[in-house]
């Protein structure tokens, strides 16, 4: 269990005060951004006006109103949250219809461990970036079936490259997904389990954009024997999956108080409001992710949280991860949860 008030994540600590011309310059070259003169000055104030909203947030924080801190240091503090949902997060998908289960129930124990986390275990591959492309839901679902497949192999994959998300975007459309705007992983798992499999990251290399399918049988990394959908609005079957069988894949609402987030754990709060931005019905997510593991905060008061691997790269949040609240169904994380039987 980790501290939240005294988490560092590489080496940097939570921007607190207003951003300076020379912090955007500093920012900029960092993450290599290249502007013209006058997408340089509208980015040099959406900049400021971030890094003013982190600092209110941030104030928050010290004042353990919120559990979780914001950041200018990540690769997307020159965005509005209109540009960044264009750019990053799928169109809202509807949940309502993936929950009937066609996999065995996951066993259950009476007593749980109090901490999980499958990276220890050798079984997660390395963060990716989807890039400029809705197609967080193929990624959700590669890095879940990499880690059970892994699981079942008994190997390290914790190098490996994993499965390709550019065939879920070309080719599983058939299967109600819509490439870079958006599927859901429920959806994914069942493309692969009829199509008899999916490719290599290697053979069939992702471009973050809408192609034609070149599926290859030749090339088959992972294949999917069942389907299991995790009941909606249940969380104690998600924490009971992510202990006993694997990592899970789920699906949430990213508001426009996220793509900053920095480390802690996630609660959607408000600073200016004092109230919960995100919403939590199952037709509010936009985004898929990976449930790689839980546990709580070492404070008086601990706060539960899941560990879960994002899909924008490892400059964003803690090392690509986020913590998220847990028992509350935080912006709908427990709507449309789902693993594969491999």
Not at 17 to 39: I, P
Not at 47 to 63: G, Q
Not at 290 to 306: A, H, I, K, L, R
Not at 329 to 336: A, K, P
């Amino acid at each position: 269990m980790v501290d939240t008030r005294s988490f560092f994540v590489l080496g940097l600590v939570v921007c607190v005060v207003v951003a300076t011309a020379d912090d955007f310059e500093t920012w900029a070259r960092g993450h290599g951004k290249r502007y013209s003169l006058d997408e340089k000055a509208v980015r040099a104030r959406i900049f400021e006006e971030n890094s003013l909203r982190v600092r209110e947030h941030n104030a928050a924080f010290d004042r353990n109103e919120t559990s979780y801190a914001m950041s200018m240091t990540g690769p997307f503090a020159d965005l509005t949250f209109a540009e960044f949902s264009d750019l990053h997060l799928m169109s809202p998908q509807n949940c309502s219809a993936t929950h009937i289960s066609s996999g065995p129930v996951p066993i259950i124990t009476e007593s749980l461990p109090k901490s999980v986390d499958w990276r220890t275990r050798g079984v997660v591959t390395p963060i990716k970036s989807q890039g400029h492309c809705g197609s967080c839901w193929t990624f959700s679902t590669t890095g879940c079936l990499e880690a059970h497949h892994c699981i079942k192999s008994g190997k390290d994959c914790s190098m490996w490259t994993g499965l390709a998300e550019q065939q879920l975007v070309d080719c599983a459309g058939a299967f109600n997904n819509n490439g870079c705007n958006g599927g859901l992983p429920s959806q994914a798992f069942e493309y692969i389990h009829y199509n008899g499999g999916i490719d290599l990251e290697d053979s069939y290399n992702y471009t973050a954009k809408d192609g034609t399918c070149k599926f290859k049988k030749s090339s088959i990394g992972a294949t999917v024997k069942a389907v299991h959908n995790i009941t909606s609005l249940k969380e104690e079957e998600i924490v009971q999956a992510v202990a006993n069988v694997g990592p899970v894949s789920i699906a949430y609402q990213v508001a426009s108080d996220f793509h900053l987030y920095s480390h802690g754990v996630y609660d959607s709060y408000n600073a200016t409001t004092g109230k919960t931005v995100c919403g939590n019905a199952p037709s509010d997510v936009n985004h898929a992710v990976v449930v790689v593991g839980y546990s709580s905060t070492m404070e008086t008061s601990p706060v539960p949280f899941y560990i879960i691997r994002n899909s924008w790269g490892n400059t964003w949040g803690m090392e690509g991860y986020f913590w998220m609240v847990r028992g509350k169904n935080m912006c709908g994380i427990s709507d449309c949860a789902s693993y594969p039987i491999v």
